[in-house]
């Protein structure tokens, strides 16, 4: 008896210590392995990097703008004055046709009607946009995930339920060789269930290799090292609420902003603009131009700048009303998105009223199969049924249990579903 208490408190310590071994993944853990695994998630810092650039750029534009010119040229003719002199001993030297300039331009823009303020707050939501569609990306990758990680939890289910039934078999197989040693069964019997055993033996080859698939599709999915000692916990969901919270619908109100503020930019850019102005050059002629001598000289000032033709030719309205448009198609957009995810995830509480329903009925059902499988198998052992009645029981009463697994999985799947079609948290 000793013996016996020590074995049992052996196998009780390897036991808890292989369960402490083993690894549990959450599909939470899932969901933030996806993030961090997917190749997507490094256009978050791309875009980062882009925007910087693009906002210093915007930047410069209230620096000094800086450009060096020179220039030869040669005319077919210079100005002179019309008056000859040479009575009076007076020689006006003519300008040369070649003529040589080189020149230092400074211009700085001191006011622009705020076309770069306004640039750069559309930056600032174009930005948002990118980081917003690769959020999108990312999410709606998330029901990739989903679906595998339930798949690993059905395959697991099946794998059990199939264990289930080879145990059913091996014990019904040998009431069998004992009823056909005591002369109550025949050889016919025996190897009807051997047969069925083989058969299910098969099944779970079949069952374990996908299995194994799941498996391995939800590793590459999540970067997490998940294997067949990998134990996957089942969620607890409750029923999410039906508000729609996706991303989407941030990405389309990003994006409608961002059109009004390029309309705004649009305005700005087209009004009056104001800079000042210096020149530094070398030359000849200088500012006199009469004279024929190299000389330097400087200019300096403050200048106007309004560009009217895109308002005189309609250019300006014309992009205007593209961009009203695009924002109207952005709209419609965002409206037709709130229509199929309404649809959708109403489908899907129905879909889970219609699961619940059939849950009771299915577990009433098995119930009875269990409670036909049990007098089959006194029979079996007396010996006044057949193997080919007591497989279809078993049979019978393993599709049972099978259904009604499936319907728990497919019930959490759905509320799973319905927090990913409506973005609940």
């Known amino acids: 008896m000793k013996n016996v208490l020590l074995s049992t408190a052996l196998l009780l310590l390897l036991s808890l210590h292989s369960r402490a071994q083993q690894a549990v993944v959450t599909l939470s853990d899932c969901y933030a392995g996806l993030e961090t695994n997917y190749p997507g998630y490094r256009q978050y810092q791309l875009n980062d990097d882009q925007y910087a650039l693009q906002a210093k750029n915007l930047q410069a534009n209230f620096l000094p703008q800086v450009e060096w010119n020179a220039q030869a040229t040669w005319q077919s003719a210079v100005s002179s004055l019309p008056l000859d002199l040479s009575f009076a001993g007076l020689n006006i030297p003519g300008v040369s046709k070649d003529q040589y300039k080189t020149t230092l331009d400074i211009r700085q823009l001191i006011w622009d009607a705020g076309t770069t303020r306004r640039q750069k707050t559309a930056l600032d939501l174009e930005n948002s946009v990118e980081q917003t569609k690769t959020t999108v990306a990312l999410y709606q990758l998330k029901a990739v995930v989903q679906q595998a990680f339930f798949q690993v939890l059905l395959s697991r289910e099946n794998i059990r339920l199939n264990q289930l039934m080879q145990e059913n078999l091996t014990a019904a197989l040998k009431k069998a060789l004992d009823a056909q040693k005591n002369g109550l069964g025949s050889k016919e019997q025996v190897n009807t269930l051997k047969a069925a055993e083989l058969q299910t033996r098969a099944a779970q080859i079949q069952l374990q290799n996908g299995w194994r698939n799941s498996l391995l599709q939800l590793e590459k999915l999540t970067g997490l090292p998940i ?9 607890q969901t409750t029923t999410p609420e039906a508000d729609i919270l996706r991303p989407e619908l941030d990405l389309f109100a990003l994006q409608k902003q961002w059109i009004s503020q390029k309309q705004e930019v649009l305005r700005a850019a087209n009004a009056p603009k104001v800079s000042i102005f210096a020149t530094l050059g070398y030359g000849r002629p200088g500012l006199n131009f009469l004279s024929n001598d190299f000389e ?54 129905n879909k889970l009223e219609e699961l619940e329903a059939i ?23 007396l010996g006044t049924t057949t193997a080919s009645d007591y497989l279809r029981f078993l049979n019978e009463t393993n599709e049972s249990r099978i259904r009604l697994a499936i319907n728990h999985i497919q019930q959490l799947f759905t509320k799973e579903q319905i927090k990913y079609i409506t973005g609940q948290p």
Do not use: C, V, Y
């Open 227 to 235: 294997d067949t000692t990998t134990m996957l916990e089942i969620p």
């Open 296 to 349: 330097t000289f400087a200019l300096t000032g403050i200048a106007f700048r309004w560009n009217l033709g895109t308002k005189f030719n309609g250019k300006e309205r014309r992009d205007l009303q593209l961009l009203a448009i695009q924002q109207k198609q952005i709209g419609l957009s965002s409206e037709n998105f709130l229509l199929q995810t309404d649809i959708q995830s109403r489908q899907l509480f």
């Open 359 to 381: 849950r009771q009925l299915e577990a009433e059902q098995l119930a009875l199969h269990d409670e036909l499988l049990q007098l089959n198998e006194a029979r079996l052992a």
